[in-house]
């Protein structure tokens, strides 16, 4: 009789998400204050990160940005000390397990507890999987993935003592469908995707509420890092409107933030479609980018 019951209760909240959901469409959500929370940031010195961290500045949040590259990130935090936010710089390798706990301790003693973190930084090296090196894909792994569980389980105590933070997983579109050429950097963004749908769903079974999560999977984005990329069916995307999307999806706790949005039904679509038109959609799509294919750089 219970299970009859609780598919009846199953079946009214599917229901009742359905709606909610429609609701929320037409009705704008309420955005939260970040004003004073401590933000980190990873992979601040350049692209989505620089232009985030602008955006968190204008806000009045107190700024940890971290990046390997020094000369970056203080170009960030001058501008964003421009924007009236208090800033703190930290030169971090996000590869470097000891490095990052080392960072977090320092940011503790010197700034305090942080609330929000972006895990942002990231590695891709665009190559076929002959032509990629050993340490190439080993550095992917570190930084798009291994970095996010050191300094998630670095910062999380802290906000699980008082149920407050906001933890935020800079994915891709490719940690939801699959680019050739780029295997090290989806099966690290897969990786990305798992983790963030993983830990919202622990701390939900902790109880937890008051600790959110937000997981950008933008397309192609025009930072340097992939070169010369084009497609017909998704733009290349700039920095400004990723870093927009993003600060909108974190105000309104949004869990699964796509840019552009409509990219969420292709995603959709890929579970469904079977292969031969997946396939059709790949060659219609036409997405092509510089990458070493037999260890000479080529357009694919």
Same mark, same amino acid.
């Given at each position: 009789?219970?299970?009859?019951?609780?598919?009846?209760?199953?079946?009214?909240?599917?229901?009742?998400?359905?709606?909610?959901?429609?609701?929320?469409?037409?009705?704008?959500?309420?955005?939260?204050?970040?004003?004073?929370?401590?933000?980190?940031?990873?992979?601040?010195?350049?692209?989505?990160?620089?232009?985030?961290?602008?955006?968190?500045?204008?806000?009045?949040?107190?700024?940890?940005?971290?990046?390997?590259?020094?000369?970056?990130?203080?170009?960030?935090?001058?501008?964003?000390?421009?924007?009236?936010?208090?800033?703190?710089?930290?030169?971090?390798?996000?590869?470097?397990?000891?490095?990052?706990?080392?960072?977090?301790?320092?940011?503790?003693?010197?700034?305090?507890?942080?609330?929000?973190?972006?895990?942002?930084?990231?590695?891709?090296?665009?190559?076929?999987?002959?032509?990629?090196?050993?340490?190439?894909? /080993?550095? !992917?792994? *570190?930084?798009?993935? @291994? %970095?996010?569980?050191? +300094?998630?389980?670095?910062? $999380?105590?802290?906000?699980?003592?008082?149920?407050?933070?906001?933890?935020?997983?800079?994915?891709?579109?490719?940690?939801?469908?699959?680019?050739?050429?780029?295997?090290?950097?989806?099966?690290?963004?897969?990786?990305?995707?798992?983790?963030?749908? /993983?830990? !919202?769903? *622990?701390?939900?079974? @902790? %109880?937890?509420?008051? +600790?959110?999560?937000?997981? $950008?999977?933008?397309?192609?984005?025009?930072?340097?890092?992939?070169?010369?990329?084009?497609?017909?069916?998704?733009?290349?995307?700039?920095?400004?409107?990723?870093?927009?999307?993003?600060?909108?999806?974190?105000?309104?706790?949004?869990?699964?933030?796509?840019?552009?949005?409509?990219?969420?039904?292709?995603?959709?679509?890929?579970?469904?479609?079977?292969?031969?038109?997946?396939?059709?959609?790949?060659?219609?799509?036409?997405?092509?980018?510089?990458?070493?294919?037999?260890?000479?750089?080529?357009?694919?």
């Amino acid at each position: 009789m219970n299970i009859v019951l609780d598919i009846l209760l199953l079946l009214i909240t599917i229901l009742y998400s359905y709606v909610e959901s429609l609701v929320k469409f037409f009705i704008p959500r309420r955005r939260k204050s970040v004003a004073g929370e401590i933000v980190l940031i990873t992979g601040a010195g350049h692209g989505i990160g620089r232009l985030t961290a602008y955006e968190f500045a204008k806000r009045r949040s107190r700024l940890v940005l971290w990046d390997i590259n020094k000369r970056g990130v203080e170009e960030t935090a001058g501008q964003c000390r421009k924007l009236g936010a208090t800033v703190h710089v930290f030169v971090v390798d996000c590869s470097d397990r000891e490095e990052i706990y080392s960072s977090v301790n320092q940011v503790k003693k010197e700034v305090g507890d942080v609330t929000i973190v972006v895990n942002n930084a990231g590695a891709v090296y665009p190559a076929d999987l002959l032509s990629t090196k050993d340490e190439e894909i /080993a550095k !992917t792994f *570190e930084v798009n993935i @291994l %970095g996010h569980f050191w +300094i998630t389980k670095a910062l $999380l105590p802290s906000m699980m003592k008082r149920n407050h933070g906001h933890i935020v997983t800079v994915a891709s579109v490719c940690g939801h469908g699959v680019i050739p050429y780029l295997i090290p950097y989806c099966s690290s963004k897969f990786a990305a995707v798992g983790f963030h749908r /993983a830990l !919202t769903l *622990e701390l939900q079974a @902790l %109880g937890k509420t008051g +600790i959110k999560t937000s997981c $950008l999977c933008p397309v192609f984005v025009n930072t340097g890092f992939t070169k010369n990329p084009s497609t017909r069916l998704w733009p290349v995307l700039e920095t400004e409107q990723v870093a927009r999307s993003l600060i909108d999806g974190i105000l309104t706790n949004k869990k699964m933030i796509f840019v552009p949005s409509y990219v969420s039904i292709s995603v959709m679509l890929e579970k469904f479609l079977p292969e031969r038109a997946l396939a059709a959609i790949h060659r219609v799509q036409d997405i092509q980018f510089e990458a070493v294919v037999g260890h000479k750089i080529k357009m694919k």
